[in-house]
């Protein structure tokens, strides 16, 4: 790992610096100065919501937690708005405030336990991801969630995911989670890339908190869990299929980049 990332040039062609493709089906430019996204070379995943439709997995988890706990089911809706911050936070949510440290520390051990077996049992890629990824399969890519690393892994590999991926971090693999930037500036390293040089693709306002908290790029995807979130939050661009980002983001490699041997770090 290198110890700082390192700084280019921004890349241009002989008319001038690269814009956004006028009128991208798929693609809107959001933020003011989106013009220049072709200028990303990695390209950094949420999981959930963005990669995965793990919607009623995580649901059925929640609500046999819930049981367990002798409490009410929660609609699914309820469920996805309390995605997003890792495992312990989305348990300590659906228990309510008036759970204590032991019930939410039990219910997080059920919760994790049932998971772990059911977590393939209705998860599938979104639509265009699979799609997606083979179209950016020349950007170094890495997935960074606040989901358990080897839940994450698990998944990826379950789905054929893992491989267009060099890293996958979760939300136990740092001492922060998103949006603390710390994760995305350990995949700038990983990479060897400056902050403008990445790109963080997610579902909700965490990821472009993160995104921004690292001086990247953001963008948000119209599907999953939180869209909703990016009206208080606007990422760079807005894409409704990740094979729409592809037309943006492909003519931004303009040489090879040297990536380091995998190195996860988990705990």
Known sequence: MTKESATE???TNEKGPRTMPPETPGVRPVGPDSSRIEDVRVLVFDLDGTLIDSTLDLVLAVNATLEYMGRPRLPSDDVGKYVGGGAALLVRRVLGSDATDEEAATGLEHFLSYY???MLDNTVPYPGVCEGLELLRDHPMAVLTNKPVRFSEGILNGLGLARYFRYVYGGNSFESKKP???GMNVLLRDFGVAPRQAMLVGDSDV?????????SWACGVSYGFLPESFRACPPD????????LAAQVNGGVSAPINIPPVARSEK
């Open 207 to 215: 990821d472009v908190k993160t995104a921004r908290n690292a001086g």
């Open 116 to 118: 772990r077996t059911h």
């Open 9 to 11: 040039k921004p890349t």
């Open 237 to 244: 661009i807005m894409v409704d299929s990740l094979e729409h």
């Open 180 to 182: 603390d930037p710390f």
